[in-house]
């Protein structure tokens, strides 16, 4: 059966955010029983309308056995009654905010993987994302360390995982539980399909060294442009135009430099804007120019502008091209105002991304990790998520 994939919005769907119990847009792991927002605009100002379409999947991302009415309390497929234009800008912009629970969706019943569908009038997808929801019958002890592997003691981290049930009684779990690890909420780098290396009793021990290891990475840079109309923090010049464009400070590559710490948001990104009551449309949307000093290692590589902006998806978009008469590789990405974390990423021939050979791996990095297990009972329909762990390696150990 084939794996579900994320279908990316076309050019004039921009801003897709989950949120709930948090302000920024995450990649969303739900408690059963939460609700959850999903917000994103339309800047073809045609005020259109969009249906919404929730389905079930196993762990590994093939439909479930479930029947609609076993996982959704109500219906889907529901057009989305709330939207309100943008006010006092630019570019002209619908913003449209789903909530569920809501009048007609009124619960989704079950943990496990799914698909929220968003459905133009014609009834063509306009694009889709993923999202889980979790309940809490297992603790999930997270810790970093720092690469057991001389090779890569100081540019990976590895993720020590012990699980132990609460409540419930694990069969075969060699065979029954899975694990997913996900790194700065960036499903495309997940690390699956571990077993337990051993097990205590109930409780199952993941103390892997290559199999759970990540690329360190290194800190995001970032730009703020919450006042579109003066420079900002990583904004170097501003320019109204028929909307505003923002030339960023020119960026160089990282990887050679000593790793200096730069609190960042992981990747992420935050809307918001200097003098709004409402920065869901009241914020402007941006040109904003991203550039790079050109070396003789990015010759002939295809260079992306890589972050959660827009679910770390590599495009015609964010790719960079040579301006041979300024001696930089830059490009434009239209962006709503706000707080925005961006690194430059080398996309492979056979479509791999290369996160080091830019910005650098330092084992030092502070990276957010989530840990998700799974379980598929003897006999069940569907795999539940029955535990969340998180963990940072800011206090990375060996």
Not at 67 to 77: V, W
Not at 282 to 303: A, H, N, Q, R, T
Not at 308 to 323: M, V
Request: aromatic share 16%; charged share 20%; glycine share 6%.
């Amino acid at each position: 059966m084939a794996q579900v994939q994320e279908v990316a919005p076309p050019d004039y769907i921009k801003t897709i955010g989950f949120k709930s119990n948090t302000p920024e847009s995450q990649l969303p792991v739900l408690k059963l029983g939460e609700y959850l927002v999903l917000e994103f605009d339309a800047l073809n100002g045609e005020e259109e309308d969009y249906y919404y379409k929730i389905e079930h999947y196993n762990y590994d991302w093939t439909p479930s056995a479930l029947m609609k009415s076993e996982f959704l309390d109500g219906f889907d497929n529901q057009r989305i009654r709330n939207y309100e234009n943008s006010f006092n800008t630019y570019q002209i912009y619908s913003h449209y905010r789903l909530s569920i629970p809501n009048q007609f969706t009124k619960a989704l019943k079950v943990s496990g993987n799914y698909m929220i569908s968003i459905y133009n009038s014609d009834d063509e997808l306009a694009f889709s994302r993923k999202f889980m929801i979790y309940e809490n019958k297992t603790a999930v002890g997270v810790s970093i360390k720092r690469s057991r592997s001389i090779a890569h003691i100081n540019t990976k981290q590895r993720v020590d995982i012990n699980i132990v049930p609460n409540g419930i009684q694990f069969n075969n779990p060699k065979q029954t539980v899975k694990v997913l690890i996900v790194q700065n909420n960036n499903l495309n780098t997940a690390i699956k399909n571990l077993k337990p290396l051993y097990t205590i009793g109930n409780e199952l021990i993941y103390k892997y060294d290559s199999e759970t290891s990540f690329w360190g990475g290194n800190e995001y840079l970032f730009f703020e442009n919450k006042d579109v109309r003066a420079a900002n923090t990583g904004v170097r010049t501003t320019d109204l135009q028929d909307i505003y464009y923002n030339y960023l400070f020119t960026n160089y590559r990282r990887a050679e430099k000593p790793y200096t710490y730069n609190p960042d948001i992981n990747g992420n990104y935050l809307i918001t804007h200097v003098d709004a009551d409402n920065p869901s449309i009241e914020s402007d949307y941006v040109w904003v120019f991203f550039s790079l000093l050109p070396e003789e290692i990015f010759e002939g590589k295809d260079i992306h502008v890589y972050g959660n902006f827009n679910n770390y998806e590599i495009n015609e978009s964010t790719k960079l091209t040579f301006d041979p008469e300024n001696n930089i590789y830059s490009c434009p990405i239209l962006l709503k105002q706000g707080f925005y974390n961006y690194k430059y990423v080398i996309v492979n021939k056979d479509n791999s991304i290369d996160e080091g050979t830019i910005s650098g791996n330092f084992y030092q990095t502070e990276n957010n990790y989530k840990v998700l297990v799974y379980y598929t009972d003897l006999g069940a329909r569907y795999d539940k998520i029955i535990g969340l762990g998180e963990g940072s390696s800011i206090n990375i150990s060996n």
